[in-house]
Structures are given as structure tokens and as C-alpha cells.
């Protein structure tokens, strides 16, 4: 009996003498197995026109980029071949993207204008950051601002429905008479809009689905209307009121 109490000792002794040589050796690979599995949170603060990252250089493995919109306008974040939805002002998201090698990999806002405004880089992963360096950042078109309008204002009053979407404006007519005329307002598009009559009044910056009215008194001219939201005007959102006698 005794005997073989010792020699059940000794076999266990042997297996985890065993296992434990095993640790020891395990392959090279093993431990960058692990590194690539790795997941890093990386917060991304975007505004007009910059991103701010928490990090610029991350190991190999996943990371969650949190894209916060800190601007006054909507942006998106894209990286890895992939994007956020488009963000607006105070609006957050998740991205998750894997990175299984080292280098340099290039993130930019994908909405019109914004990119060459400022908005792109390069993301470090295994790697030093890139160094920053500074660019001359794309100016948004914009149009002259006329004086305001002078002359005798008649005794009209008249409605406009203005709808506003990416990118233009669906006004109900766009000739009036002079007078007090009264635009009714809504973004039915995505992306933030304002309807500004130049000269005479600069309108809301208003998020899709909000509404917004106002009413001013036109003589007899023609307004121009636009969006003053950066690169809006480039893709179609202006157009001319004509007010009649």
C-alpha cells in the first residue's frame, strides 16, 4: 500500500512538472496571438474642421473608436474601409475596426468639403504618429452679402412653404408682392440646413425635421436666398426671390 501511494505522488508530480515545462516552451507565436487580439478605446472628437483623438497610435488588434460631434454642424468619421453614420451636432457613435498590421492608415469625414478643409489624416497603428504639419484648409464659397433692402414696402401679405433637403430648396412660389411675407420653414433632408435671406435675415440652423417660421417685409427687388452651412452653397442651396410692385 504504501508503495503505491508513493508512486501515484510521483506520477502526478511528473504531469505537472510536465505542464508546467509546457508553459515554459510554448511557440514565440502565442503571446502575439494575444497582442493581436488586443482591444484599445480610442475617443475621437470632431468639429469644424479637425478631429482631436485621445490616441494617434495604437498596437495591432481592435480598436473602438467613440466619434463625438462637438461642432455646430454634422460630420462622420471613416478609417479602415469603415464609416459612421452622419453625425449631428452632439451626436456620438461606435466604429469597431480590426487592424491586423502595422502602418499608417488613413481617416477623413466623408461629407462634401469637409475633408479638404481639414478634416483627413493618418492613424498609427505599431507605428510613431505622424507628424502634423500645417496645411491651407479649404475656404467654404460664399456669397457677398447685399445691403439691407431699402424702398417703400407694399401692403401684401403672402405665405412661402420652403422645404429645404440635400441640396436645394422647394419654395411653394418664388415670386411674391411686395410686402410682409412669411416663410414657413422645414428641413426634410439629413443634414443641417438654414434658409437665410440675404441682407434681410439669417435663419435657424435647423436639424432634419425641425420647422422654423418668420416673417419680414420685402419691397419690391429680388432676394437671394441661401444655406449658410459650409459647402452647402457649392452643391446648389441658394436661389432668387423676386418681389414685385
Same mark, same amino acid.
Given at each position: 500500500m504504501q508503495f503505491k501511494r508513493v508512486a501515484g505522488v510521483t506520477g502526478l508530480a511528473t504531469l505537472v512538472l510536465a505542464g508546467a515545462l509546457a508553459g515554459?516552451?510554448? *511557440? =514565440?507565436? =502565442? =503571446? $502575439? +496571438?494575444n497582442a493581436a487580439d488586443a482591444t484599445t478605446r480610442v475617443t475621437v472628437k470632431a468639429s469644424e474642421f479637425k478631429y482631436v483623438f485621445s490616441k494617434r497610435s495604437v498596437p495591432t488588434g481592435t480598436v473602438i473608436f467613440t466619434v463625438l460631434? @462637438?461642432?455646430?454642424? $454634422?460630420?462622420? #468619421? %471613416?478609417?479602415g474601409g469603415k464609416k459612421t453614420k452622419t453625425?449631428? *451636432?452632439?451626436?456620438?457613435? %461606435?466604429?469597431?475596426? %480590426? #487592424? +491586423? %498590421? @502595422?502602418?499608417q492608415y488613413a481617416f477623413l469625414c466623408t461629407i462634401f468639403g469637409h475633408a479638404k478643409a481639414g478634416m483627413k489624416g493618418k492613424f498609427a497603428v505599431a507605428t510613431k504618429p505622424v507628424t502634423t504639419t500645417t496645411t491651407k484648409t479649404t475656404t467654404p464659397t460664399t456669397t457677398t452679402t447685399p445691403p439691407p433692402p431699402t424702398g417703400p414696402i407694399g401692403n401684401g401679405n403672402t405665405t412661402v412653404q420652403v422645404g429645404m433637403f440635400e441640396y436645394g430648396y422647394n419654395l411653394s412660389q418664388q415670386s411674391v408682392p411686395s410686402g410682409q411675407v412669411t416663410f414657413v420653414i422645414r428641413n426634410n433632408g439629413s443634414e443641417i440646413h438654414n434658409f437665410t435671406v440675404q441682407g434681410v435675415k439669417v435663419g435657424t440652423l435647423?436639424?432634419?425635421?425641425? +420647422?422654423? +417660421?418668420?416673417?419680414?417685409?420685402?419691397? =419690391?427687388?429680388?432676394f437671394s436666398y441661401v444655406c449658410d452651412v459650409p459647402f452647402h452653397i457649392d452643391r446648389g442651396m441658394l436661389g432668387t426671390l423676386t418681389v414685385n410692385p
Amino acid at each position: 500500500m504504501q508503495f503505491k501511494r508513493v508512486a501515484g505522488v510521483t506520477g502526478l508530480a511528473t504531469l505537472v512538472l510536465a505542464g508546467a515545462l509546457a508553459g515554459v516552451f510554448l *511557440p =514565440a507565436g =502565442a =503571446a $502575439s +496571438t494575444n497582442a493581436a487580439d488586443a482591444t484599445t478605446r480610442v475617443t475621437v472628437k470632431a468639429s469644424e474642421f479637425k478631429y482631436v483623438f485621445s490616441k494617434r497610435s495604437v498596437p495591432t488588434g481592435t480598436v473602438i473608436f467613440t466619434v463625438l460631434n @462637438k461642432g455646430k454642424i $454634422s460630420h462622420d #468619421f %471613416k478609417i479602415g474601409g469603415k464609416k459612421t453614420k452622419t453625425l449631428l *451636432p452632439g451626436g456620438a457613435a %461606435k466604429l469597431t475596426v %480590426k #487592424f +491586423t %498590421k @502595422k502602418g499608417q492608415y488613413a481617416f477623413l469625414c466623408t461629407i462634401f468639403g469637409h475633408a479638404k478643409a481639414g478634416m483627413k489624416g493618418k492613424f498609427a497603428v505599431a507605428t510613431k504618429p505622424v507628424t502634423t504639419t500645417t496645411t491651407k484648409t479649404t475656404t467654404p464659397t460664399t456669397t457677398t452679402t447685399p445691403p439691407p433692402p431699402t424702398g417703400p414696402i407694399g401692403n401684401g401679405n403672402t405665405t412661402v412653404q420652403v422645404g429645404m433637403f440635400e441640396y436645394g430648396y422647394n419654395l411653394s412660389q418664388q415670386s411674391v408682392p411686395s410686402g410682409q411675407v412669411t416663410f414657413v420653414i422645414r428641413n426634410n433632408g439629413s443634414e443641417i440646413h438654414n434658409f437665410t435671406v440675404q441682407g434681410v435675415k439669417v435663419g435657424t440652423l435647423l436639424s432634419p425635421g425641425q +420647422t422654423e +417660421t418668420y416673417t419680414v417685409g420685402l419691397p =419690391a427687388q429680388r432676394f437671394s436666398y441661401v444655406c449658410d452651412v459650409p459647402f452647402h452653397i457649392d452643391r446648389g442651396m441658394l436661389g432668387t426671390l423676386t418681389v414685385n410692385p
